[in-house]
């Protein structure tokens, strides 16, 4: 009679921590179980010696979502406030472009982009931070497009009629919207994803 030795590996999962976390998939602070998957020797399918580490992750008990490690360190404040930081400061160099797409009128301008921005942000502003938006569409550092187009995402549709508003704003404050200040919104418009339409709406405000 041949007897057969039945030997192998599996992967045993257990959960090493608990705690709480902001789950992604929920948008709210649930339990987590911190996953590991150990491979084991395994001799007749009962597992024996614990060999590496085959992976772990973030468990959320209430949706049921797994997740990357990382995830714990995820900070849906300080991710909100990164994505305000990236508006206003894209917010300010396209009102320095609409400062700059004129010099006759720069002056004036210049005065109603501050206010505008101010307004917009509900903060004052640094001279010092408005000369270097300024310099920054100057040297062409500043480039409208692919920044408004960065930023879009993470604003409402309001806040894309907000952004709009405010260059034609800043573009009115010299008398009438010409050909060049036009086409600083609408750049920005077709940078966001606004239809033409909904810029014609808009305009007629």
């Given at each position: 009679m041949i007897a057969f030795?039945?030997?192998?590996?599996?992967?045993v999962t257990y959960t090493k921590t608990r705690g709480r976390f902001h789950c992604p998939q929920c948008a709210e602070e649930r339990d987590f179980e911190?996953?590991?998957v150990r491979n084991f020797f395994t001799l007749y399918f009962?597992?024996?010696i614990p060999l590496g580490l085959?992976?772990?992750y973030i468990h959320c008990t209430a949706c049921g979502g797994d997740f990357e490690i990382t995830v714990l360190n995820w900070s849906p404040e300080a991710e909100e406030q990164e994505?305000?930081?990236a508006i206003a400061s894209t917010l300010l160099g396209a009102l320095?472009?609409?400062v700059e797409v004129d010099p006759a009128h720069a002056r004036e301008r210049a005065r109603a982009a501050r206010e505008t921005w101010?307004?917009?942000?509900?903060?004052?502003l640094p001279a010092e931070a408005f000369e270097s938006a300024i310099a920054e569409v100057r040297s062409g550092s500043f480039q409208l497009e692919p920044q408004v187009a960065e930023v879009s995402g993470a604003l409402t549709d309001e806040g894309r009629e907000m952004f709009l508003r405010s260059l034609l704003a800043v573009a009115a404050s010299a008398g009438e919207v010409g050909d060049r200040e036009f086409a600083i919104v609408t750049r920005s418009a077709e940078a966001m994803g606004v239809t033409p339409t909904?810029?014609?709406g808009i305009l007629s405000e």
């Open positions: 030795i039945i030997f192998g590996w599996k992967g911190h996953k590991r009962i597992p024996l085959a992976g772990e994505a305000n930081l320095a472009c609409m101010e307004s917009a942000m509900g903060t004052g909904h810029l014609k």
